[in-house]
């Protein structure tokens, strides 16, 4: 039975997956004893972007969206990567905390939608708890560095715009590098963000 769920999740057959559930009331309990560690149906359902199957499964067994698989992800984070808003939605509609889960990495989904540059899905995720992107990884670094030593620069913009604090673009990393630091040691490149982004951090009076 739980393997038959497991292929509903997969192909999508949102019929399947509620007819399993209504016979067996008790299933999804069993996938999270047997899966822990592993990947679980809303893994799948995030993973493949199946937006019904996410919130079929986060009605009914909302301890699912805190579980990490063996990549140590849980289902915001496999969302936030992929770039699948509305599964990102729907995660943070049932469980807003969820965007505090981190990874085996110690980065929380915001770290890794930067990472990939998913402007979408970081604005979902900063609406959602603006607080979030003061958070530095596991390693000491802000989530600004995260997006520029990855070349990242729209949706290090994007973060500048959405968070709108002076406090949150001082920020250093473990070096006492500030982002402004940080991209005035970087080749100029096509790159690098236009003359008025630069200007707009210069204007956050950051000290340096």
Not at 36 to 53: E, F, M, N, R, W
Not at 130 to 152: D, M, Q, R, V, Y
Request: with cysteine; glycine share 4%; hydrophobic share 40%.
């Amino acid at each position: 039975m739980v393997r038959r769920l497991f292929q509903a999740a997969t192909r999508r057959n949102e019929d399947m997956f509620s007819q399993l559930l209504q016979d067996d009331p008790l299933l999804l309990d069993r996938v999270m004893s047997e899966c822990t560690g592993k990947d679980t149906p809303l893994h799948l359902g995030a993973l493949y972007g199946h937006v019904g199957l996410v919130r079929e499964m986060l009605s009914r067994k909302l301890d699912l969206s805190r579980e990490l698989n063996s990549q140590g992800l849980s289902p915001l984070h496999l969302a936030s990567v992929r770039g699948h808003v509305e599964v990102v939605k729907e995660i943070l509609s049932k469980d807003a905390d969820a965007c505090f889960v981190r990874d085996r990495d110690g980065m929380i989904p915001l770290h890794v939608a930067a990472f990939r540059g998913r402007v979408e899905v970081l604005e979902e995720l900063v609406n959602a708890n603006k607080s979030t992107a003061f958070l530095l990884t596991e390693s000491g670094e802000p989530i600004l560095h995260l997006c520029a030593k990855n070349n990242k620069f729209k949706a290090l913009k994007k973060l500048v715009e959405l968070v709108q604090d002076d406090e949150f673009v001082k920020l250093k990393d473990s070096d006492d590098n500030t982002i402004l630091h940080l991209l005035s040691d970087k080749n100029q490149s096509e790159d690098l963000p236009e003359h008025g982004f630069a200007e707009q951090l210069q204007n956050s009076k950051l000290q340096t």
